[in-house]
Nanobody
Framework: QVHLVESGGGWVQPGGSLRLTCEIS????????MAWYRQTPHHQRERVAH???????TYDESVKGRFTISRDDGNYTTYLQMNDLELEDTATYFC???????WGQGTQVTVSS
């Protein structure tokens, strides 16, 4: 069974940066595809970044150029580097391994002055 645990959320001023971490436990038999989603009371959960098992990355247009998803080669820990954060980025962020249909518990990101 695959389990995911997110960390790294917090409060940051507009223009600041945060790096979210998703630790993976359990056997995946190779590099898993991974994704980051976010959810607010006003929006359905939306995918903001995705990385395939081969390392190809895609991003939602709202974060393209500001966010970067990456994955370690060994333990497959996955990161979301968030730069130039905006008020609209405030949300609960979740990581998921789509093939295994599992989610982490979420970590809160708050962007405000």
């Amino acid at each position: 069974q695959v389990h995911l645990v997110e960390s790294g959320g917090g409060w940051v001023q507009p223009g600041g940066s945060l790096r979210l971490t998703c630790e993976i436990s359990g056997s995946t038999a190779g590099p898993p595809s991974m994704a980051w989603y976010r959810q607010t009371p006003h929006h359905q959960r939306e995918r903001v970044a995705h990385i395939t098992s081969l390392g190809k990355t895609t991003y939602d247009e709202s974060v393209k150029g500001r966010f970067t998803i990456s994955r370690d080669d060994g333990n497959y820990t996955t990161y979301l580097q968030m730069n130039d954060l905006e008020l609209e980025d405030t949300a609960t962020y979740f990581c998921t391994a789509p093939f295994f249909q599992t989610w982490g518990q979420g970590t809160q990101v708050t962007v405000s002055s």
